[in-house]
């Protein structure tokens, strides 16, 4: 068995806090904790699809697709 390597975005892993906004980082906060976008809407008072343009700036700042790949790339660097 052969693994070949799969190439990285080129910003992941490069999770550095001035790349996210507070609230992006209290979304993937709470998406770690498992929440969904309605439950983290109503944690934070907005509404949800703040929630998913929130997250969706998140991943694309750092180079992933998922908010799952969002929380580990910030769980990695300490940052939720």
Request: net charge negative.
């Given at each position: 068995l052969r693994v070949i390597p799969t190439p990285l975005p080129p910003a992941f892993g490069l999770c550095r806090r001035e790349r996210l906004t507070p609230r992006q980082l209290d979304c993937?906060?709470?998406?770690?904790?498992?929440?969904?976008?309605?439950?983290?809407?109503?944690?934070?008072?907005i509404a949800a699809s703040t929630v998913d343009e929130h997250l969706a700036k998140a991943c694309e700042s750092l180079g992933v697709r998922t908010r799952v790949q969002a929380v580990a790339v910030c769980f990695r660097q300490g940052l939720i």
């Open positions: 993937l906060f709470w998406v770690a904790e498992g929440k969904s976008s309605a439950d983290i809407a109503a944690i934070l008072g």
